[in-house]
């Protein structure tokens, strides 16, 4: 699965662009099936943007951000046809990103480090 997509974000009155959204924004996703009941997928994200915060209440842009990318990565288990264990890791390489702040804080807000989870459902 592959997808991307440009946002230009600019206030139509003044001309004045909107900085709090990336400029693009590309998803890749990979999966791969072991069995009929063991599934692994890999999704990345990537944002490109220009600035870490947005001009907000008079403010100004305070500084230049880096490329967001993230790769997440998501084991699924049918331990039964009524029962799936999913084990995800996200941010697998622990990458330091930010998202876009529209309040000028300064770097951007901080994404993620990352985590783990396990979620265990029973369907009846």
């Avoid at 974000?9 to 693009?24: L, V």
């Avoid at 084990?87 to 876009?100: H, I, K, L, W």
Wanted: hydrophobic share 35%.
């Amino acid at each position: 699965e592959l997808d991307c997509v440009g946002i230009e974000s600019k206030n139509t009155d003044t001309g004045q662009d909107y900085n709090a959204f990336p400029h693009w924004i590309a998803n890749l996703g990979v999966g791969y099936g072991f069995s009929e009941s063991l599934d692994l997928f890999f999704n990345s994200r990537y944002f490109d943007r220009q600035v870490a915060s947005a001009e907000f209440l008079g403010g100004t842009t305070i500084e230049s951000a880096s490329p967001f990318l993230q790769v997440d990565a998501v084991l699924q288990w049918a331990v039964e046809p009524n029962v799936m264990l999913l084990f995800a890791v996200r941010n697998v390489f622990d990458r330091s990103n930010s998202y876009p702040s529209t309040t000028n804080h300064e770097g951007g807000l901080p994404g993620n480090a990352r985590n783990a989870s396990v979620r265990l459902s029973y369907q009846y």
